[in-house]
C-alpha cells in the first residue's frame, strides 16, 4: 500500500488522513490538575493554538488503579502522592464536569476526544458524544475495552506504546472483528519524556502499510521539532501535551508545552504539510518556464525540403521545447516534408505530411 491508497476516517466535520493535512491533537490529559476550571481553560488555549482537537483522560482511580499501585518513576518526581491511587483520586473530573467540557468545547469551535480508561468511562464519553475515542497505549491489550469501542460507532484512535507488532495485530483484529471501521494508530514511545533518539519515526508508515489505516504519532519528546518531522514521515494525526504551565504538580506537566510553545509547535506541522503537498505529480506553474526552455524537440539537422523522407539522419534533439517530443522520433521518422524546414529549427506536426491511413482487413 502507497500513501496515496490510505484510507480516511471522518472526526467532526474533519476528513482525517488525506495527503497534505495533519489532524493535530492538544492532549490535556490530566493537565487541569483535577479542576473543571483549569479544564476549561485548556480548551481555550488549545483552540486559540490552532489544534484541531483537545483530548483529556477519562478514569475513576477506584475502577483502573489498585490501593497500592507503583508510580512510575516520572510520577514520583512530582507531587506529594505515594501510589497512583493517591495521584489519580487528585486528578479524577466528576460527570458534571465532563459535560462542561464538552460544551466548551463546541463553543471554542474545536474537536472533543477522550481517553476512557474502562467500560463505564467509554458509555459516559460516547453518551456525551465525543467526536472520537483515544485508547491509551497500555489498553492495547485491554481485551473488554476494545470490545466496547468497537461497538460504540465513534472513530478510534489507539495508540501502540510500549506494544510488539503481534500485540498491535491482536487488538486490530479485535476491533475490526467487532465491527470497526474508522481506525487510527499513533506510533508512541511510552516514555515520560522520550528521548528524541528513540522516536523511531519509520513506524508511522510501517503502522499504516501493515495495517492499511491511517497513522500517526504520538509525540512525548520535548522537541518543537518532532511533530514537523512526523509529519514528513508520514503521520496524518500528530498528538502533543498542552499545560498552562510546566512548572506545576501533576505529572505530566514537565514534559508538556505550554500555549506558546505549542502554537509554534503547530505552526511548524503545518508548514510540513505545505512542503509535503499531497505527493500528486504534475507541472506547477512554477516549472512551466524551465519546461518550456529545458525540454528539448526534435529539429532539423539541416535544411529540409518540401517532400524530403524524414531519416535518423536528419533529425537531432535539442533545446527548447515546443516542437515534437523526442519521444515521438519513431513515428517521425519515414514521414515527408510538407513545408520547408530550416536547419537548426524545431520540427512541428504542422510541417509534416502526415501519414495516410491504412485500410483495415476486409469484413
Known amino acids: 500500500m502507497n500513501g496515496m491508497d490510505l484510507p480516511t476516517i471522518r472526526i467532526g466535520r474533519r ?68 501510589t497512583q491511587y493517591e495521584m489519580l483520586r487528585r486528578l479524577e473530573l466528576g460527570r458534571d464536569a465532563w459535560t462542561e467540557l464538552v460544551r466548551e468545547a463546541q463553543r471554542c469551535a ?27 497505549s497500555t489498553d492495547i491489550v485491554h481485551g473488554p475495552l476494545l470490545d ?22 491482536m487488538g486490530v483484529r479485535r476491533l475490526r472483528a467487532g465491527g470497526l471501521n474508522e481506525l487510527a494508530l499513533l506510533h508512541c514511545i511510552s516514555s515520560y519524556p522520550a528521548p528524541e533518539r528513540s522516536v523511531n519515526l519509520a513506524a508511522v508508515a510501517a503502522l499504516a502499510q501493515t495495517f492499511g489505516c491511517v497513522s500517526g ?16 514521515a508520514g503521520a496524518r494525526i500528530v498528538e502533543k501535551h498542552l499545560t ?30 505545505q512542503h509535503l503537498g499531497d505527493g500528486r505529480l504534475y507541472v506547477s506553474a512554477e516549472q512551466e518556464e524551465v519546461r518550456r526552455v529545458a525540454r528539448a524537440s526534435l529539429v532539423a539537422e539541416h535544411d529540409i525540403p518540401v517532400g524530403e523522407v524524414l531519416t535518423p539522419c536528419v533529425l537531432s ?47
Not at 467509554?122 to 485508547?135: N, P
Open 15 to 82: 476528513c482525517v488522513g488525506a495527503p497534505g493535512s495533519v489532524y493535530v491533537i492538544a492532549e490535556a490529559g490530566v493537565n487541569h490538575d483535577g479542576r473543571p476550571d483549569q479544564a476549561l481553560r485548556l480548551i481555550a488555549a488549545a483552540a486559540e493554538v490552532g489544534a484541531d482537537a483537545v483530548k483529556f483522560q477519562c478514569f475513576s482511580a477506584d475502577r483502573l488503579v489498585t490501593r497500592d499501585s507503583p508510580l512510575a518513576d516520572y510520577q514520583r518526581k512530582v507531587g506529594q502522592s505515594r
Open 217 to 232: 504519532f504520538s509525540d512525548h519528546t520535548q522537541s518543537l521539532e518532532m511533530g514537523r518531522w512526523a509529519a514528513l
Open 110 to 136: 474545536i474537536d472533543f476526544l477522550a481517553t476512557p480508561f474502562s467500560v463505564p468511562d467509554l458509555e459516559l464519553l460516547v453518551s456525551l458524544e465525543v467526536a472520537a475515542i483515544k485508547l491509551a
Open 148 to 169: 466496547a469501542a468497537a461497538r460504540a460507532c465513534v472513530p478510534v484512535i489507539a495508540s501502540t506504546g510500549a506494544a510488539t507488532m503481534e500485540e498491535v495485530a
Open 244 to 273: 498552562l504551565d510546566r512548572s506545576g504538580e501533576g505529572p505530566d506537566h514537565a514534559f508538556s508545552l505550554e500555549p506558546d510553545a505549542m502554537k509554534a509547535y503547530i505552526r511548524g506541522v503545518r508548514q510540513a504539510c
Open 317 to 363: 534533439v535539442k533545446r527548447p521545447g515546443g516542437g515534437i517530443s523526442p519521444m515521438e522520433m519513431d513515428r517521425v521518422v519515414g514521414l515527408r516534408a510538407r513545408l520547408p524546414i530550416p536547419a537548426d529549427t524545431p520540427i512541428t506536426w504542422n510541417a509534416l505530411v502526415p501519414p495516410i491511413p491504412q485500410p483495415g482487413p476486409a469484413e
